[in-house]
């Protein structure tokens, strides 16, 4: 209830400022510590004081597909460079110039100590890319274009299982497939071949392969074929967050 009361004050006392995005609450100097301390993720955009533009409709994006998950908060900081220049303290706390804006950052709530882990997104600025920084940083999960969730849920942890486990998440992903309906069958095939491709070369087939598909989407191609292109390099993503993870505990 009372965080429930206290984001209704937040949203009323933002109505001086244009709610730019649906889903999306704006901050300020005062506002922003105690909300983010009450979510155990925020993704945050830092950014010019009205902002608009591609990489704002991406975000919005994100924005609106998140409303209804109640561990993850959507905030903007509108920054101004003129008059009282409010919100500029901070963009200097976290060292963003205005020639970076707009900037991600996504704060974590750390469950063992109670503290923030901070994570700045620094990849080509699209919902999808947001998505999988989200879940690769959070473990939240926001569906992206092609990505089937049930096939997601194994990848997560297929690059980081024994030679076995693999093998026997291989034949899970199978019995998946055999539900899934026929117009997701074709990207159901897609995670299969990068399983398969995982268990016979390594996890640095990933990496390999995206840079293949990023250079082929760079080229002419017709709406359709872009599409499909990037529908396979969302699910190489998926596969990916085992391996962050793996590099993580490492360190």
């Known amino acids: 209830m009372f965080l429930f009361t206290f984001l209704l004050l937040v949203l009323h006392n933002s109505l001086v400022s244009a709610i730019n995005c649906a889903g999306c609450v704006p901050l300020d ?10 979510f155990p993720a925020s993704l945050i955009k830092f950014d010019v004081a009205y902002p608009y533009g591609e990489k704002h409709d991406e975000f919005a994006k994100v924005s609106k597909e998140a409303a209804s ?6 905030g903007e900081v509108g920054i101004k ?33 109670g503290s923030l882990d901070q994570f700045k997104f620094e990849e ?3 919902a999808d890319n947001l998505k999988a920084f989200l879940r690769s940083k959070s473990g ?7 990505c089937i969730e049930e096939l997601d ?8 299982a024994s030679e076995l486990k693999k093998k026997e998440s291989i034949s899970q992903s199978e019995k998946v497939m055999r539900d899934l309906p026929t117009e997701k ?11 398969r491709k995982v268990l016979s070369d390594g996890s640095e087939f990933l990496a390999k ?3 293949r598909l990023t250079k082929i989407l760079a080229g002419k191609l017709s709406d359709t074929k872009k599409n499909e292109l990037e529908e396979r390099i969302n699910i190489l993503k998926s596969f990916k967050v085992s391996v962050l993870d793996d590099a993580r505990e490492e360190l």
Do not use: W
């Open 140 to 146: 939240i999960h926001l569906p992206m274009k092609g």
């Open 29 to 38: 100097i005062l506002t922003f510590d105690k909300v983010i301390s009450k």
């Open 81 to 113: 460079d003129y008059g009282e220049k409010e919100n500029s303290e901070l963009g200097e706390r976290f060292g963003i110039g205005k020639e970076e804006y707009p900037t991600v950052f996504l704060f974590v709530k750390n469950n063992q100590e």
């Open 153 to 160: 849920t194994i990848a997560e942890t297929f690059c980081s």
């Open 209 to 211: 392969e995206e840079a």
């Open 69 to 74: 998950n109640p561990d993850l908060f959507i």
């Open 185 to 195: 069958t074709k990207n159901g095939e897609v995670y299969l071949k990068v399983m």
């Open 124 to 126: 080509d600025f699209t």
